[in-house]
């Protein structure tokens, strides 16, 4: 096995014993549906990949201060005979019991994906600022993306996406599901894509963001509080109804900034 491989294993199972000895408060049971498990980074001096495959739960990912991934699961499982059992001074090491999660790390990039035992269950996780995701839940969940700055690439099929504090460049695509997304600051010259089939977008962008833009709704309304150079007959108008595209551009132009959904209302902020 490579030397990263083992080293992650030995992570996991000194996380797993530190679970088996801690005293819970005497207040509060203890949460045996609970894992929580932190992955070094190769080079934690260095951006890091995130990526992450759900089936069904929510996936919360903040930005930290610190230098791992913390990923933290919530999720129901039925654990095998004797999964409790544990051999006198021997410690287990595999997490697999209780989140059914794949977990591993190789130069930077994180994969978090669903293992064999299958299962729900919700997602919290911390990564370092300075951080690329790439996001895809499938069943009964929101996705929430909170001070991250990098390539963010989410995709949630069956509920919202919401993306707060964020930098870098977006591609945000929800099929049943509303998208909102805070941009503190936007790459140069990086195009941006904002789609979904039934719900609004909702998109704030710093104020000198250069770009051309392409808003189209079937069954809602274009809105906007950028002054936006028409493309089309109707220039000069904020306020755009119909189902053809609005295209035009803000700050004399830029990369191609697309929002599309087939019905809701599109909302463009200026921050």
């Not at 294993?9 to 498990?37: E, R, S, W, Y």
């Not at 504090?165 to 695509?173: E, I, L, P």
């Not at 977008?201 to 051309?212: E, F, G, M, Q």
């Not at 392409?214 to 150079?229: L, N, P």
Request: aromatic letters at 2%; charged letters at 20%.
């Amino acid at each position: 096995m490579p030397r990263a491989g083992l080293w992650l294993i030995a992570c996991v199972g000194l996380v797993a014993a530190q679970d088996q000895i801690q005293t819970p408060d005497k207040d509060q049971a203890p949460d045996k549906n609970k894992d929580k498990v932190s992955v070094p980074l190769s080079s934690p001096s260095q951006p890091a990949t995130i990526k992450i495959h759900l089936v069904s739960g929510s996936i919360t990912v903040t930005g930290g201060s610190g230098t791992e991934v913390v990923v933290e699961s919530s999720a129901s499982f039925h654990e095998g005979p004797g999964a409790d059992d544990v051999p006198a001074g021997m410690h287990r090491l595999d997490t697999g019991r209780r989140s059914g999660l794949d977990i591993a790390e190789d130069h930077n990039v994180v994969t978090i994906g669903t293992g064999p035992s299958g299962g729900a269950g919700d997602l919290s996780i911390q990564v370092p600022v300075n951080s690329s995701l790439t996001v895809k839940a499938v069943n009964g969940g929101h996705v929430d993306v909170t001070g991250v700055n990098g390539e963010l690439d989410i995709e949630n099929m069956n509920g919202p996406i919401t993306l707060k504090s964020v930098s870098g460049s977006v591609t945000a695509h929800a099929l049943n599901g509303g998208i909102t997304v805070a941009l503190d600051k936007v790459t140069a010259d990086k195009p941006m894509s904002f789609t979904c089939m039934n719900g609004p977008i909702d998109v704030t962008l710093p104020a000198d963001t250069k770009a051309r833009l392409r808003m189209k709704t079937d069954r809602g309304s274009v809105y906007s509080d950028f002054e936006v150079k028409m493309d089309a007959a109707d220039a000069g108008k904020n306020v755009v109804k119909g189902d053809k595209a609005v295209i035009g551009s803000i700050n004399g132009g830029g990369p191609e900034f697309r929002l599309e959904t087939l019905s809701g209302n599109i909302l463009l902020h200026k921050k």
